[in-house]
Every structure is written in structure tokens, then in C-alpha cells.
């Protein structure tokens, strides 16, 4: 098959032919990502998991990049849209079972509800996150964690879907998670299967409201934004003496909340998230991402890498993966 372009009608059209989910055209990915920004491109809503495999087969014959969606709450979409098919993992994606104390839980589901609905069950291990946006399947990507736990810690195996469609299960062991990593690269993850422990669930409860407010006390929700925007360095040389050390403090300490790049702000409520205060572009993002970088470099000697993921417009990332 001739070398196709995402966005041309060709295949969105053999793409239909393949798949039972539905295929959208010039579809504006600012609605795909909690920063409302990103200009358009074609998406795929997958309807079921072998819709994932063929999407994926049939995008390899094209020649076709694809990038893995979920509820885009770490990433920054190019204001041009994406040469690539955006494949949104959710709906039709998202069925739990329970088998004693494993749960195995669709790659599509909202994090904080498979938070909710274990932690009701009686079960810890995903009550943390609570107040973490995003799928479970993004949250396995990016072992995401939060309270002192990550997916990494309760995970016994991962189903993926290689880059050429065929559906393969991964043994904890057999991925390489590390901090806010989980090595996967190029799979779709289409579920999980984790290991919890029973605990009372009026504990579970307590600690869950206190941790729903904790978050609400430090998150600007009211504003479109992406979470931390820099990793926390480490080592030793960027230990200030008045004892400034995570990203968001250096950030303060540079004189930088609220600071404002054309839609672009470093929340006024914790410096190391940029909102979108209602017309930003990515541009903006990331012209204040660099702004921040440089001034804090400048004055601390620290170079902050970036925790979202800024994406290219052939969907592959312009920050380490
Ligand atoms: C207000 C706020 C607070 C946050 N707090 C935290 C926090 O405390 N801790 C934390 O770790 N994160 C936090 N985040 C970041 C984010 O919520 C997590 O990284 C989340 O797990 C991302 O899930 P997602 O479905 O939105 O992934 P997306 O943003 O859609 O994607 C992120 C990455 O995962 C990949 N991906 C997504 N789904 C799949 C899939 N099914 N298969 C393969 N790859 C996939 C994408 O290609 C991309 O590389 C926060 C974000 C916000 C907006």
C-alpha cells in the first residue's frame, strides 16, 4: 500500500472499513487533553480491543505515526494538530472484574473512579489516586503516583498491543517501571491487572477524603492545566541554603508565580503548574516553559526537565520519553 497521510480522507475511510469504533476527521485535540489546546487531527475512538490491533496493524501498512490518548492530563498538543492517528483510549475500554483480591481494570477507565470503586470494595492500593486525572492506561504509561504509591507497586501484569497489532501480556517483572516511567514505549496498554489489600473501608474513606482535600487545597482545577510541569531535580548541587528543593519552590524562589507568557501562567496557586488562562496556545506553554527554565538555571544553577509531555507534530515527543 502507497504511503498515506493521517489526515487524508483515504484512510480515515480504510480505517472505517477495519474498525467497529468510530473514526473523527479534523478533530480538534484541545478537547482531548485537560490543557484545551491543540489544533486538529484524526481520531480514532476505539470501540472495543481488537479495534486497538487492527487500528494499529492498518496505521503500520499506511505508514502511518499514531500516538496513544487518554484523558491528555500530561501532555501539550502542537497548536498545528498532529500529523499522526490519535488513538483515545476510553469508552468500551473500561470494564472491571474482580477475582478475590485482583482487579483487572480496562485501560480506558478514569483513574480516580477505579480509585473510588476498589476503596469501596474494601480494597487499597489504587485509593491514591483519588485526585490523579487521567486513565488507568495513562497512569500505567507514566506510573503515575502520587501519596507515596505508583501503579508500578500493585500491577502483576500489563496487556499491551505492539506497534504491529498483536496483543501481548507483560509480567510486572518484564517492565522496566521507574520513576513516572514504565519503559512500555511503543504499546498501547488495553489493561491491567493489579494486586490489592483489604482494608476497612471506613479507613479507606477517611483517608480518602483527606487526601481529596489535600489535593484541593494545592491544585488549580478551576484552571485547564497538565500537573507538575518539571520533574523535582535531585542531587545534590541544587540544594539552595534556605532549603528550597522541589521544582515549584525554585520556581517561587525565582520570583516567577503568576508570572503570565501571552495565555500562558505559572498558577499563582503553585508554581510548578502553567494553567491555560483561556486563550493560551502551545506556543505559549512553551515559550513560558523556557522562560522558567532559563530564570531558574540562571539564578540556581539548575536545569528543570520538563514532566509533561510535549508533543511533535508526527506525535513523537520533544522532551525525553
Ligand atoms: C491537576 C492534575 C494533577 C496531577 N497530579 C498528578 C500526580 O499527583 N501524580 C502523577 O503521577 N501525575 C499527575 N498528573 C498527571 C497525569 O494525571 C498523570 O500522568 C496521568 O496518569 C496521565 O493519564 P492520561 O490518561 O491523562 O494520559 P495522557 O496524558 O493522555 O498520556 C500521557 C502519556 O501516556 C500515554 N498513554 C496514555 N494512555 C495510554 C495507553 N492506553 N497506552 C499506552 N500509552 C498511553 C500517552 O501516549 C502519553 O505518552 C496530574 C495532572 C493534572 C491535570
Request: glycine share 14%.
Amino acid at each position: 500500500m502507497d504511503r498515506l497521510s493521517a489526515r487524508a480522507s483515504t484512510f480515515a475511510r480504510g480505517l472505517r472499513e477495519r474498525v467497529r469504533g468510530e473514526v473523527r476527521e479534523a478533530e480538534a485535540l484541545a478537547a482531548y487533553s485537560t490543557y484545551r489546546i491543540g489544533g486538529p487531527a484524526t481520531v480514532f475512538l476505539p470501540g472495543a480491543a481488537e479495534d486497538v490491533g487492527r487500528a494499529l496493524a492498518f496505521a503500520a501498512e499506511a505508514g502511518v505515526p499514531w500516538f496513544a490518548v487518554g484523558l491528555g492530563s500530561n501532555l501539550l498538543f502542537p497548536d498545528e494538530g498532529l500529523d499522526a492517528l490519535v488513538i483515545r483510549i476510553g469508552k468500551g475500554l473500561d470494564a472491571v472484574r474482580q477475582d478475590g483480591d485482583r482487579w483487572t481494570i480496562g485501560a480506558g477507565l478514569p483513574a480516580p473512579i477505579a480509585a473510588r470503586r476498589t476503596a469501596k470494595a474494601g480494597f487499597a492500593g489504587l485509593h491514591v489516586f483519588v485526585g490523579v486525572p487521567g486513565t488507568v492506561g495513562g497512569g500505567v504509561y507514566m506510573n503515575a503516583g502520587c501519596h507515596g504509591g505508583d501503579w508500578a507497586m500493585v500491577i502483576e501484569r500489563v496487556t499491551v498491543v505492539d506497534p504491529a497489532g498483536r496483543d501481548c501480556v507483560l509480567h510486572r517483572d518484564e517492565i522496566p517501571f521507574s520513576y513516572r516511567r514504565s519503559g512500555l514505549g511503543d504499546r498501547v496498554v488495553l489493561e491491567t491487572t493489579v494486586h490489592l489489600r483489604p482494608e476497612p473501608q471506613a479507613h479507606l474513606d477517611e483517608e480518602i477524603a483527606e487526601m481529596f482535600q489535600w489535593r484541593q487545597r494545592g491544585t488549580p482545577f478551576n484552571q485547564p492545566c497538565c500537573g507538575s510541569v518539571f520533574q523535582n531535580p535531585a542531587g545534590p548541587s541544587w540544594k539552595r541554603d534556605d532549603g528550597a528543593r522541589t521544582a515549584g519552590q525554585l520556581i517561587e524562589a525565582a520570583g516567577l508565580k503568576g508570572e503570565r507568557f501571552g495565555g500562558a501562567q505559572v498558577s499563582p496557586m503553585h508554581a510548578n503548574y502553567v494553567v491555560n488562562t483561556g486563550s493560551a496556545t502551545a506556543a505559549d506553554v512553551r515559550g513560558l516553559i523556557d522562560r522558567t527554565r532559563a530564570e531558574v538555571a540562571s539564578r540556581f544553577g539548575v536545569t528543570l526537565e520538563p514532566e509533561v509531555k510535549l508533543i511533535g507534530r508526527d506525535g513523537r515527543y520533544l522532551n525525553a520519553e
